[in-house]
C-alpha cells in the first residue's frame, strides 16, 4: 500500500474554484483501479490550505493514476490557482 | 471526525531514533478513547520526511492526547531531533 499526500496553498479568492475542481477528480479517480482512498480536506483555520490525502494498492496504479486523462487535464488546472504545493509518497513505517 | 498531519524533516542521523521514540508514542495513543488512527509513514525516497497521520472521533479526543502524559514526556524528545515540522489539523471535504 502506498500512500499519498498533496498539500496545496491556494492562491487567494480561487479555493471555492480549486474544491469545485477537485469534485471532478475525486469522482473520476475513486473508479480507477487500485484507488483504495482518495480524500481531500481542508485545514480547520487556514481555508486556503488543501491536502489530498491518498491511499493506493501499489506504486504501478498510483503511476498509472498520475497518466490518466482527468490528472492531464484537471491537474495543471488546480495548479494554475496554487501559490505553493508538496507532494509525497509515503511507506507506512509503523 | 478530525484528520491531522505532522510532517517532519529529521536532522541528519536521528532518523532511527525518531521512529524508536515514535514506536513508544504509537504504542500509548492507540490506546486512547478517540482515537481512529495512529499511524507514521516515511517518504519512500526522502527517509528524513516523516508523516504522522492521525484520525481522531472528534477535537475534544484530540485535545486530550495533545495533553496526555505520553505526549508530554515523548513529544518534546522527538521535537529535539527535528529540523523543521509542519502540523496541519484537517476537515474533510469531499
Known sequence: VVKVVVKR???EGNVEEV????G?????TRKEEGCI???LFQDEKK???????EEWE???HLEKHLNSEHIKTIGPMIAQH?????????NKLI
Open 9 to 11: 496553498i491556494i492562491k
Open 19 to 22: 474544491i469545485k475542481l477537485y
Open 82 to 90: 496554487t501559490q505553493n504545493s508538496e507532494f509525497n509518497i509515503y
Open 24 to 28: 471532478q477528480l475525486v469522482e473520476a
Open 37 to 39: 482512498k482518495y480524500e
Open 47 to 53: 481555508p486556503e490550505v488543501l491536502a489530498m490525502i
Open 58 to 60: 501499489s506504486k504501478e
